[in-house]
T-cell receptor
Framework: QKEVEQNSGPLSVPEGAIASLNCTYS??????FFWYRQYSGKSPELIMS????GDKEDGRFTAQLNKASQYVSLLIRDSQPSDSATYLC????????????FGQGTILTVHP | DAGVIQSPRHEVTEMGQEVTLRCKPI?????LFWYRQTMMRGLELLIY????????DSGMPEDRFSAKMPNASFSTLKIQPSEPRDSAVYFC??????????FGDGTRLSIL
């Protein structure tokens, strides 16, 4: 069973701090990795995708991928209260073109 | 460009009734996904289609659930007969090839 594991949290950080969200996955044959943000009562929205080892930065967000350790993370710099949401890690395994496997999500709270 | 459109947004019905959820994917997308989200189980993939053909329905909980995609711009998820444990938020998502999935706003289903 291919799985994606996240710490469900809640993770609480002060405004302006760096929030670090982590995700591990179970299968080495994985090609694509995604982070979705979901506000309460809303649908998941894509915020980052990463396909190769290393870091990818987009504004205040940085995704980090380490395939050898089967680990992907999301860093949010200068956290704002508007970042408070559930963050879902999703993995596309190599043998399931099109299909994503989602983690349970990490609840992030940024307090003023 | 319009996103994924789902209807209805909310549905409340009595146990035993038939429920039909509808989805219009983003124009040009060739993959369509149906998910169910609950607090206990998180986001679960029910079924997905590629070019209108069902590829993987292993997530469909039981025979009471069925899904169709008669053409590239429309899909339905049907529950008959409905049960209280089917209460959840149902999301439809679509994607183009290996690109990330985009989610609709969801249907909040309550079975009394």
């Amino acid at each position: 069973q291919k799985e994606v594991e996240q710490n469900s949290g809640p993770l609480s950080v002060p405004e302006g701090a760096i929030a670090s969200l982590n995700c591990t996955y179970s299968d080495r044959v994985s090609q694509s990795f995604f982070w979705y943000r979901q506000y309460s009562g809303k649908s998941p929205e894509l915020i980052m995708s990463i396909y190769s080892n290393g870091d990818k930065e987009d504004g205040r967000f940085t995704a980090q991928l380490n395939k050898a350790s089967q680990y992907v993370s999301l860093l949010i710099r200068d956290s704002q209260p508007s970042d408070s949401a559930t963050y879902l890690c999703a993995v596309r395994y190599g043998t399931s073109y099109g299909k994503l496997t989602f983690g349970q999500g990490t609840i992030l709270t940024v307090h003023p | 460009d319009a996103g994924v459109i789902q209807s209805p947004r909310h549905e409340v019905t009595e146990m035993g009734q038939e429920v039909t959820l509808r989805c219009k994917p983003i124009s040009g997308h060739d993959y369509l996904f149906w998910y169910r989200q609950t607090m206990m189980r998180g986001l679960e993939l029910l079924i997905y289609f590629n070019n209108n053909v069902p590829i993987d329905d292993s997530g469909m909980p039981e025979d009471r659930f069925s899904a169709k995609m008669p053409n590239a711009s429309f899909s339905t998820l049907k529950i008959q007969p409905s049960e209280p444990r089917d209460s959840a938020v149902y999301f439809c998502a679509s994607s183009l090839g290996s690109q990330p999935q985009h989610f609709g706003d969801g249907t909040r289903l309550s079975i009394l």
